[in-house]
């Protein structure tokens, strides 16, 4: 079984930057990054490959966000800059076990609890 602790979470303003923890106890694959805002769904952040070698991010983040891993600390990071707003939400990290990253939420196989990312204007 997988156990995920996200953290590195909190409040800033617009512009500001953050980085987030995913702290893996057990075996990992490919991992990823969701958010999920009061009232919407839970949608796709970014996502990463077994091997770190792929990497996949969804259009309203990218070239803001980068997600990177640690197969030492078996830790996964999501740096987030230029935030804004909209980007309030509480961030989940997922896992699942396939080598292959995915953008769908159904495909991850194990979740942590969130950690809450609010950014005020």
């Known amino acids: 079984q997988v156990q995920l602790v996200e953290s590195g979470g909190g409040l800033v303003q617009a512009g500001d930057s953050l980085r987030l923890s995913c702290r893996a106890s057990?075996?990992?694959?490919?991992m990823g990054w969701f958010r999920q805002a009061p009232g919407k769904e839970r949608e796709f952040v970014a996502a990463i490959s077994w091997s770190g070698s792929s990497t996949y991010y969804a259009d309203s983040v990218k070239g803001r966000y980068t997600i990177s891993r640690d197969f030492v600390k078996n830790t996964m990071y999501l740096e987030m800059t230029s935030l804004k707003p909209e980007d309030t939400a509480v961030y989940y990290c997922?896992?699942?076990?396939?080598?292959?990253?995915?953008?769908?939420?159904?495909?991850?196989?194990?979740w942590g609890l969130g950690t809450q990312v609010t950014v005020s204007s």
């Open positions: 057990g075996r990992t694959s490919a």
């Open positions: 997922a896992a699942r076990a396939h080598f292959a990253a995915t953008i769908e939420v159904h495909e991850y196989d194990f």
